[in-house]
């Protein structure tokens, strides 16, 4: 039998459709696909009418990528685009099982690695420890600070978030087949609800993943149907993006604290969640429980994985006093690949099971 090509080459696909190039990496367990080639130009003059864009006109690409058979309902992704601030090297946006998001902490993390691995920054001085990666995700800029030597990444990276608070707290919301639940809404990026699984007669460390998914999603539109979310700044970023359960541990301590978020169309982060961990902190904050730059430890309910983060300074977002969040954690790569289309295959832009 005939050995197989040293470099790989592309099986028969539809000419006109051309191969996505990824690079696949992971936060905590999180999945990132990161697009390196093949998507098709994303125009708009600023990054929301870029997403805006995206979604209405190359909605396909994000379906090729997150949707079953090239990925998983859980599957999580970005494109990279240009930016109109002067201050990003690079522009971002998210790609989930359900569309489009404002942030993505696990993203910011690896997106750090990444764009100092593949020259997308230049090369920090000679015996610099970290370099900096301005990051313009939908939500805002987000300043990535990543470990490096000789040249080479490693380590955690951390960022610092845009401005995060406290939307609403001891909400009362009617939970089917819960009751009424009290339930807390911050921002960190994203709008996540906070609710102690124990609210809701769960366990956040024991409960089956299915069990907690479920009570979450009742959460998440008991929310969304019984409280209007806004945002001061733009109405592309006011919707409630999921549901954080925790431990209910919220006063500080030098131990973590676990939770689990489940965002979109029924998601479950693997990680402990970088844009919820912001939230979360942001709401630890308002309630008097964390000072400034009093560090915490996130641990996931899915893989045990842990962020830090911590408060490092106030500031407002509209009239809503608020704060800059550092989140720290690891992120790897795993891999690369090129995706094609056949132009007979029926199955071409990819499908979910529920």
Same mark, same amino acid.
């Given at each position: ?5 040293? @470099? ?13 190039? @990824? ?32 979604? %209405?006109?190359l909605d396909h690409v994000r379906r090729r990528l997150m949707f079953e058979p090239r990925g998983h309902r859980d599957m999580y992704g970005a494109v990279l685009v240009p930016s ?7 522009? @971002? ?34 015996? $610099? ?58 921002? /960190? ?7 102690? $699984? ?17 009570? $979450? ?49 029924? %998601? ?15 709401? %630890? ?8 730059? %009093?560090?915490? $430890? ?5 893989? /045990? ?50």
């Amino acid at each position: 039998m005939a050995s197989p090509p040293a @470099v790989p080459r592309l099986p028969p696909h539809d000419p006109r459709t051309p191969a996505l190039s @990824v690079v696949d990496m992971h936060t905590g367990g999180e999945p990132l696909r990161i697009v390196l080639a093949g998507c098709p130009e994303v125009v708009g003059p600023t990054l929301l009418a870029k997403r805006r864009y995206m979604r %209405q006109h190359l909605d396909h690409v994000r379906r090729r990528l997150m949707f079953e058979p090239r990925g998983h309902r859980d599957m999580y992704g970005a494109v990279l685009v240009p930016s109109e601030l002067p201050d990003a090297h690079l522009g @971002v946006l998210f790609l989930h099982n359900e569309g489009y998001s404002s942030m993505c902490g696990h993203a910011v993390l690896a997106l750090g690695r990444f764009a100092l691995d593949f020259g997308l920054v230049p090369a920090p001085p000679a015996g $610099a420890r970290e370099a900096l990666v301005n990051i313009h995700c939908p939500c805002g800029l987000v300043a990535a600070f990543v470990e490096c030597e000789g040249g080479r990444t490693g380590g955690p990276v951390r960022f610092h978030s845009v401005p995060a608070f406290a939307l609403a707290t001891d909400l009362l919301v009617d939970v089917p087949g819960h009751g009424k639940v009290m339930v807390d809404i911050a921002y /960190g990026g994203a709008f996540y609800a906070f609710v102690s $699984a124990e609210k809701l007669g769960l366990d956040v460390c024991s409960t089956k993943t299915r069990d907690l998914m479920d009570a $979450a999603s009742a959460v998440t539109e008991a929310v969304k149907a019984q409280f209007k979310i806004n945002h001061p700044d733009s109405e592309d970023l006011a919707f409630l993006y999921g549901t954080i359960l925790t431990d209910g541990k919220d006063a500080y301590s030098e131990e973590p604290t676990t939770n689990i978020c489940v965002f979109a169309d029924e %998601q479950v982060d693997r990680s402990p969640t970088g844009s919820g961990v912001t939230a979360r902190i942001a709401l %630890q904050y308002h309630k008097g429980l964390l000072e400034l730059n %009093q560090t915490r $430890a996130f641990k996931s309910s899915a893989t /045990g994985s842990v962020f830090t983060g911590k408060a490092v300074r106030e500031v407002k977002c509209g009239d809503f006093k608020a704060v800059i969040v550092e989140v720290s954690g690891q992120a790897h790569y795993t891999g690369t690949a090129s995706f094609i289309v056949e132009d007979d295959d029926p199955l071409r832009d990819g499908f979910l099971l529920k």
